[in-house]
């Protein structure tokens, strides 16, 4: 049975008794495994500026995240399926956000809330914010708004949803060869520095002095 099918019900079916005609349904190992994920997905308690306010806000009993089994907004990443990045990301703040990523267990998702942990916000042209989460960790929602309101992410989330259901476990790529590899934290230095490029600017580091000419003296 493909997954774009409807699930088989045995209302009519003289092989089987009827006490259990309405019991019995068939359908894919994909639909039920994507089900009880999409149902039972555990955000992290996590926030970083006003969108954190916004994100509490949804929690409450007026928007009722536990309609999709998500109120239990957990505080150890070990233990949470989603991360919401609600708030301005600072170079500082990049590291830890990328050590608590690394620490969720597979399958994990990430959703970006609001215009300054997509892209920048406001402060874009700062010295200290990051123009994008998604430069340092896959991004699987974007949800826009300076703020966004809890309505908006409520919308994420069931976009989120709509992209679990399509999913199967024979592409995913937590179960494929190779793939669990963790993100390497990036060094706050004079600026963020990834560990992957440090022979790169090391070999730039040595040979600038050997480009570079002195600046001549005034007489």
């Known amino acids: 049975m493909t997954d774009n099918q409807a699930p088989l019900t045995f209302e009519n079916d003289p092989m089987v008794p009827a006490e259990l005609r309405n019991g019995i349904w068939v359908t894919s190992l994909d639909k039920l495994y994507n089900w009880g994920r999409k149902r039972s997905m555990w955000p992290m308690m996590f926030g970083l500026a006003c969108c954190a306010i916004e994100m509490i806000a949804t929690a409450s009993s007026r928007y009722d995240l536990a309609r999709f089994g998500m109120e239990l907004l957990r505080p150890s990443p070990r233990q949470s399926d989603l991360?919401?990045?609600?708030?301005?990301?600072?170079?500082?703040?990049v590291p830890q956000i990328v050590r608590l990523y690394n620490q969720m267990p597979e399958p994990k998702y990430v959703l970006s809330m609001g215009?300054?942990?997509?892209g920048g916000?406001?402060?874009?042209?700062?010295?200290?914010?990051?123009?994008?989460?998604?430069?340092?960790?896959?991004?699987?929602v974007y949800v826009l708004g300076c703020p966004p309101t809890p309505q908006a992410l409520l919308h994420g989330i069931i976009k989120l949803h709509e992209k679990i259901e399509k999913q199967s476990v024979r592409e995913v790529a937590?179960?494929?060869?190779?793939?669990?590899?963790?993100?390497?934290?990036?060094?706050?230095?004079?600026?963020?520095?990834?560990p992957r490029r440090a022979v790169?600017?090391?070999?730039?580091?040595?040979?600038?002095?050997?480009?570079?000419?002195?600046?001549?003296?005034?007489?």
């Open 200 to 219: 790169e600017i090391k070999q730039h580091a040595v040979a600038k002095p050997e480009t570079e000419q002195p600046a001549e003296q005034p007489a």
């Open 174 to 194: 937590w179960y494929k060869k190779d793939q669990g590899e963790a993100i390497p934290v990036p060094i706050l230095g004079p600026d963020l520095i990834d």
């Open 83 to 93: 991360m919401i990045v609600a708030g301005t990301v600072t170079k500082k703040m």
């Open 115 to 118: 215009a300054c942990a997509t």
């Open 121 to 140: 916000g406001p402060f874009k042209e700062g010295y200290n914010v990051v123009s994008g989460i998604d430069k340092f960790i896959p991004v699987d």
